[in-house]
């Protein structure tokens, strides 16, 4: 039985666990740690002889490898990351089309566990990150070249929609359940869980305004718009005693399945 892991930066701990683990990683560098460095601790640890390491793009594993072949796939922080809201759609109607036959018949579905940042907030210290990643986000969604963490910073409820209601696809069949969400939660995740600090910084640096001037010249409307984004951080900012005051926003978990 086997569990595949879509993951931009993760820490994994596991009280049970299958036969084998996969953990699939689509970028080589991270930090404070990279990925390498983290490959190689986990590959120390009595879980290495578990695990497999891929380094391909969702798509293209899933097409030699069907999501059959998993009891669970597992998205772990790592949909921001993509470059368009497309591509997620994409990946997820790919994931719940209909099984894959076998001589036994049907092979069973796995279930979808996703974590992901909510958009949403609980505590006045949450507020600086929300605006930071949709200050972000839109100025990575006109820069072709992103490398940046945040590029698509889709909600809970689009999450849910493309699952549960996935476009049209040819490996469709009304005859088959649909996934459902089987259960949701919103966390507070704890202080010192510093993405919220990271990404109010990278907004507020002085490089953040060149990349706004480069991406949008000549488009002044643009340009005042990114502005009063970054402005309204600035200032939310302030209300909070500077940048340590701040906190990640909410985490959002879903539970999938048929």
């Known amino acids: 039985m086997e569990t595949l892991f879509f993951s931009e930066w993760f820490l994994i701990v596991l009280r049970s666990f299958p036969s084998n683990l996969r953990l699939e990683l689509t970028r080589p560098t991270g930090s404070p740690t990279t990925v390498a460095q983290s ?82 907030v609980r505590l006045p210290e949450q507020v600086p990150h929300v605006l930071a990643a949709l200050t972000r986000n839109m100025l990575e969604s006109h820069n072709p070249d992103s490398e940046a963490n945040i590029r698509t910073a889709v909600s809970p409820d689009f999450i849910k929609s493309a699952i549960e209601q996935p476009s049209s696809s040819p490996l469709a069949s009304p005859l088959q359940p649909r996934y459902t969400l089987l259960h949701e939660e919103t966390i507070t ?56 005051g701040c906190r990640g926003m909410e985490v959002w978990s879903g539970e999938f399945g048929v």
């Open 189 to 244: 995740p704890e202080p010192d869980l510093l993405d919220g600090q990271w990404e109010v910084s990278s907004v507020l640096h002085e490089e953040f305004e060149r990349e706004v001037e480069r991406i949008f010249e000549g488009d002044e409307r643009a340009v005042a718009a990114m502005r009063a984004g970054r402005d309204a951080l600035s200032c939310a900012v302030k209300g909070l005693g500077g940048q340590e």
């Open 39 to 120: 490959q190689s601790h986990l590959l120390t640890t009595p879980l290495g002889q578990r695990i497999t390491f891929i380094r391909a793009t969702p798509l293209a594993h899933l097409r030699s490898q069907p999501p059959s072949t998993y009891t669970h796939i597992v998205f772990l922080h790592c949909l921001w990351y993509f470059d368009s809201s497309g591509d997620i759609s994409a990946l997820l109607s790919a994931l719940v089309a209909s099984p894959e036959q076998s001589e036994q018949g049907l092979r069973p579905r796995p279930k979808i566990l996703i974590a992901e940042w909510a958009l949403q």
